[in-house]
């Protein structure tokens, strides 16, 4: 894993020079991506670090957390996203009172210049920075010119006529529309997790269900989706790679209408089940594919029984479709 810094005073003496892009980076989108690679090219092509610079918490939660929206991708979640793009560090800033009444100028010179050593810069049109968002991409690279280094600004990315940002996908998650979420994250939208606490699971899965534990992101519309569950064996492995056990699966996400009081959950049946290694701290990764409809009430269990063994047959349909 490449060092991730949490705090200016976690720096090492003699950090720069550096090539970095600062943002959000919610979801770890197309549009950063192509920004982040941008930044590992000029880093490679310089002999410089590569350098991702984002904040916690989001700098939303902090100014206006009554309003401030669910996050795609938690702390955790973006730092492995980031990670897998090339670059060569993360700089984590603390969002606090601090930070937030930095002038534009006082930001440059301090954050940038002393502590990060910026050679270089890359950002998307709409950045914004300083006390209460005074600065935008033109005050940026003339104060990059005043310190010696050179700012590039990259146009939006849009796929099928999209423009790509967190924003936009967010309301897409929240709409339970999956796949215009995938085309502009460039991956499906993912929930990372653990087994809720209070099922009694032992250290092998015997039965095909998977209940999340509380999730302080993002999550989609309530309703059935068609799922993929990664599950970590062995530990210290991302979601994803080997030896991840991925299964296909139905995914409920609400609070269960036809039983009185069941409470709000995300409810995972396996399809291709085999028996896995599980406990309350293995590592899950869920994977939003397709959404199949919405939440409903159903006059008896017998009557949702039959709707969930409809669900699984089209879920089956879409992997047969899918391929592997």
Not at 160 to 180: K, N, P, Q, T
């Amino acid at each position: 894993m490449i060092p991730v810094y949490r705090g200016l005073r976690s720096l090492p003496a003699g950090f720069g020079p550096s090539i970095a892009a600062i943002g959000n980076f919610d979801g770890v989108h197309l549009g950063h991506r192509q920004i982040l690679n941008a930044v590992v090219d000029e880093a490679r092509t310089r002999g410089m670090k590569g350098v991702a610079i984002t904040f916690d918490p989001h700098p939303e939660q902090f100014l206006r957390p009554g309003r401030a929206p669910g996050l795609l991708t938690p702390m955790d979640h973006r730092v492995r996203l980031l990670a897998a793009t090339g670059v060569d560090a993360i700089v984590i800033l603390l969002f606090d009172e601090a930070l937030a009444r930095l002038t534009a100028r006082q930001f440059v010179e301090w954050v940038l210049g002393d502590a990060l050593g910026i050679a270089g810069l890359h950002e998307g049109g709409n950045f914004r920075f300083g006390h209460r968002a005074e600065a935008g991409v033109q005050e940026l690279a003339r104060f990059g010119e005043e310190c010696g280094f050179r700012v590039s600004v990259h146009p939006s990315v849009c796929v099928h006529g999209l423009e790509v940002s967190s924003s936009a996908i967010r309301a897409l998650v929240a709409a339970g529309d999956m796949r215009r979420a995938r085309w502009m994250l460039g991956r499906p939208f993912a929930i990372s997790s653990t087994q809720k606490r209070d099922r009694g699971v032992g250290a092998r899965l015997l039965v095909p269900t998977v209940n999340l534990a509380a999730y302080n992101g993002l999550v989609p519309a309530h309703g059935v989706y068609v799922t993929r569950l990664h599950i970590e064996q062995g530990g210290g492995v991302q979601p994803g790679s080997s030896p991840t056990r991925t299964f296909q699966a139905v995914t409920n996400v609400g609070n269960r209408p036809t039983f009185a009081g069941a409470g709000f959950s995300i409810e995972t049946h396996i399809l291709n089940f085999q028996p896995v290694d599980l406990d309350e701290s293995t590592p899950l990764e869920l994977e939003f594919l397709l959404h199949l409809r919405g939440e409903q009430k159903f006059p008896t269990p017998e009557a949702l029984k039959a709707q969930i063994l409809a669900d699984v047959k089209k879920a089956q349909r879409y992997f047969r479709r899918a391929g592997p």
